[in-house]
């Protein structure tokens, strides 16, 4: 049973291959069958902006499970952008809020922790 589910988002992505802490969950994820890590796409697709093949390299990491977007998933991240959250944040916050749906509760993992202070999500900082 998977007991630790954690959201990457577009910072971690960015720190894919070559941040110590980001790897190292990565390593943890494929030994540890109790810990799913999920990408959701519009965090790629953000990631994937400022860092043009970096999708690929998430596809080949079969660790790395993506979420689908659908409208009111979009709505929620668009909302959290107007009020000046960056996508691949607002993509991350509307994840993790929305696994319980599935009866799964999360945490963002992330190398950017200030990022989410304003916002009612659990994190946990890869940095410390």
Known sequence: MIKHHFVLDAATLL??????QVSALIHTAYADPEVRLWVPL?????????????SEHVGQLNVLHTLDVDY????TVAELVRDGTPWGVAAAVQ?????PVWHLTGSVATV?????????????????
């Open 15 to 20: 720190g894919l291959g070559g941040h110590r």
């Open 72 to 75: 009111t998933a979009l709505h």
């Open 95 to 99: 994840a993790v809020r929305a696994l």
């Open 42 to 54: 519009l965090v790629l697709a953000e990631a994937e902006r400022e860092r043009p093949g970096l």
């Open 112 to 128: 950017d922790a200030a990022a989410y202070e304003q916002h009612t999500v659990p994190v946990v900082d890869l940095l410390r």
